[in-house]
């Protein structure tokens, strides 16, 4: 099989909730366009932005359905969901369901709980839903901090490459570059290696990956895709300045504590999704109006995504 | 609320499973009879022995409806449910389902891909389960080595004490006996806490845990019923041999590649719960061979739990 | 080689240093005499508790040469020497000094830049020492926590017996029962384990064990006198509650940032050693006061240890 | 105080042994030829790669001022000395006496036993090794994979920045090019950031690094510099090529376990540096030609570096 390599900058969507916590799937359709007006070329929905893990199954159909329903017209924008929880049986049926909406690929991250103990156990449980869907790609999300898998992704693609005709390729968040390099090289390019560390993609476009699913492509889009643009035209100092302010964005993230500070980042771009769910902790009000003050600083509004 | 403490060992049964990976239901009765027969007080199912997490949402109902329908009218067998995946909403689905078939506790461990980031954070997971099923008691259940939540337990004590009503007490499957010790002592040793760590469970006796809830009592409950016996008569050398014949048993896990020896040591007492699900890997015949050799060496037909 | 158990409380002095941060050798007498007065059976210098790793080795030398000369007469009190650094040839200097001085034993931990692969390795360093004063008693110091070397201890055993004559035992400063109680048990309970935990001496008793070095016997050794004292008589409350003080006692090294604590309690039994040298961070006078106070709460005065 | 950056590659020699294990001073002068003839830009001594930790402080001294001896005329060859082990104590004397002899810089590494608390109580170790060399440029070495500290070093640059006049910057062994580039551009790039991992320096200079330490410097140089080459020349297809090589050849330190692989790569380009002390595992026989025919297959003739 031979699928056609993603690429520019695919948006890891939050999922939208209303406040008493529910899925708010009406903001679905807004959000894709809101995405699309920022030159976004997918969604990778369900992932950890997306808190596909606090999601009932039944909640992650809907989710799946409605994208589906408001990109199917627009074969340029690839939707890829991500299947994975710690059931096997669980990930199967959601594969199966985003194959029937129509949605583009599905995604597998290593179960979290048990945990596969070398690569061939866990090429075993990526066949088992790559199987399901033998007409979807099938990407690998590559997550060790959450996931607690330490596979070198570099063993995975040796175990499946020639055995899972639609591996397509892997979502790579983690920061080892010497493995990552060696899984771009893989087999003369052959599969697909989606950045997935904002604060340095820089440096992974120096290793030559040519597409990314992050969060903060959500709402800082532009920045970006000057920054692509600045390297691609060997204008580095202005890349490594770019580069610096995605990081000054980013650390806004640790200083008002982790993932939920992403969905603070929708509200002023004007994409409200809402809160998260338990066990993450949202900001507060007070926390809220410190943190808008700190993004004022960054000049947030000169590289932010806007609404059409 | 005020409910009675556990005692005696608790059997973490494991989920019966048929060749094709499917559930062997019509096993539960018979395992329910055997654990009977070897004088295990209650039962904690879906756990990480019961591997709950690699079963679908309808597949623990299901093992639930089982456990409830064989032992309804046993009032002196606990059956206590774990609850817990990374989905709060899918925990309290599960929980009200345990009450509606007539179990007798639910359990609760923290999510394990967004981790809880303090003991606040955690309580406050606990306390959305907990008021689900108010009439029934609430377990924590305490594993850091396999859901990565290390606050200290006394921290957790400290937060529900006087907010949660029903949570009764919590599973220690950890080895900090200081935090152990505070905890059981906490609020005139108000709540239940019991040891989850079978190959040290004299050092809990000496501290003065009562009751306790594990895997190896599955197959082995005479030898740690004997080791009570010994340490409550202060005869501690036989108590520490039987401890290392315990260790012995249970170094043979480590040996054979982890939790799914469990299952092979359940053939050999004539209870055959079949094989693990991935990403768990399973013996191969020629391991089983060499697993049975290495247990007859241990003369662990003196000390097995047998069937009635 | 037969070498005497080691029995009771032996205390990991703190090294005295004046306000400089220069040694304060002057104070080694009468601390002897202090420990000696608290019934404390030895002293195991330079370890973590004397920062030796902080100490050049000529300074170790001198600490080693004052202890010996105060103790020289005193056969029942036992000095064991921590050798231990990254340089195996520094660690053979001074073990060497620390014979001709006229200690009692040596002791080593793993090096902890580059660490041994294995228990083999490990064994290969602790023999280059052992074999340097092969008349003396030789103790493997486990710390995992500090040094980063986690082999089992088990592991080591069976590697050094019958390999290294004068391997005489482990300080066991770890969480680890399992493997604690079978190198406790190993060949006829050959070798001396030396439990180091204080705030679990409890379950260390019920295992069998019979000596004990720590930090916390400097300051408090009737506590733990008394402790000993119920579990040999079979009252386990009493025993029980005592370890819970201990706690107490040992949670504000927690709260008051560390092993500098150490010496801030010293000061309270008026056997001043002074504060520790960078990297640990000490109290401020802030922070002293407030210590007090909740020193004062815990009825510190009616278990410390108390000047002759 | 405003030092010359550093620039190009900076080998950090091993240390040459004899076969008894004692120090082979009369390498240096022939290795200090070897690096010059391959273009290497100074010497980054008793680091890691020159095991430092397993040498006494006398030996140390020794290393140093025959480093120092030999290369006393090439003022274009720039000795950097690591003085860091655990006593602060011992790192201010070998700082002295790496200015007496005339090296040009010092170096100093977290203690790794007790480890600094933060970034203050880092700064604070360094403050004091510093001020004992006022007219030599100080760097920081970040290895937190050796040295368990895992500040920072953007912090450390808040801290140290107007405080320690002669810092001069760090040497960075880790893998977070966030924090690296936002270091590098810290204060108008005002410190030295040389790029420590070998395995994607690549990535370094997309980010704008200049310079760089590393061990595989000693045996690969001209691979390196036609990777600097082509980057420069904006050839990056040719630069990624040449990274992948390079990570071929690492590949091989992980095959043949770690760090003592490094004097293996030297015997074959005719600088025997003989082979690691305790606790390093050495090579077998076996294992070395096992070891050069997977050299052989790299075609590591066609870029080590050669012999003047």
């Keep these: 099989m031979n699928f056609k390599h993603l690429t520019g900058l695919i948006s890891a969507p939050f999922t939208p909730l209303n406040e008493d916590g529910s899925l708010n799937l009406s903001l679905i359709p807004e959000y894709y366009k809101f995405l699309k007006a920022n030159k ?14 606090s999601l009932t199954t039944q909640e992650k159909k809907d989710v799946a359905k409605t994208w ?13 969901m991500l299947t994975g929880g710690t059931s096997i049986a669980d990930s199967i049926d959601i594969a199966m369901y985003a194959q029937k909406v129509g949605l583009y690929a599905v995604s597998f991250t290593a179960p979290y709980y048990f945990k596969p103990a070398n690569a061939k156990m866990l090429a075993a449980c990526c066949k088992e839903i790559a199987a399901a869907v033998p007409e979807m790609p099938f990407y690998y999300y590559h997550i060790p901090v959450l996931n607690g898998c330490n596979v070198p992704m570099i063993q995975l693609l040796h175990e ?3 055995i899972i005709p639609n591996f397509a390729g892997i979502k790579y ?6 493995d990552f390099l060696s899984c771009l090289r893989f087999n003369n390019s052959k599969y697909d290696m989606l950045w997935g560390r904002d604060e340095n993609m820089l ?17 800082a889009a532009p920045l970006y895709y000057d920054m692509i643009d600045a390297f691609e035209k060997n204008n580095l ?4 300045e770019l580069q610096q302010k995605s990081i000054d964005m980013i650390t806004l993230l640790g200083k008002y504590g982790g993932i939920a500070t992403g969905k603070a980042y929708m509200k002023l771009v004007g994409v409200d999704c809402g809160e998260f769910r338990l066990p993450v902790k949202n900001m507060s009000a007070s926390e809220f109006k410190s943190f808008k003050s700190d993004v004022a600083k960054l000049g947030f509004k000169k590289f932010c995504s806007v609404k059409p």
């Design 40 to 53: 976004i070329t997918g969604a990778f929905i369900c992932g950890s932005t997306g808190e596909g893990v």
């Design 160 to 162: 499946v490459d020639g």
């Design 68 to 80: 589906a329903s408001c990109t199917k017209k627009d074969k340029d924008f690839k939707v890829m």
């Design 173 to 178: 968040t983690h920061e080892d570059f010497m």
């Design 203 to 219: 440096a992974s476009l120096s290793l030559g990956s040519k597409g990314a699913v992050g969060s903060t492509y959500n709402y």
């Design 237 to 240: 100092a202005t890349a490594q």
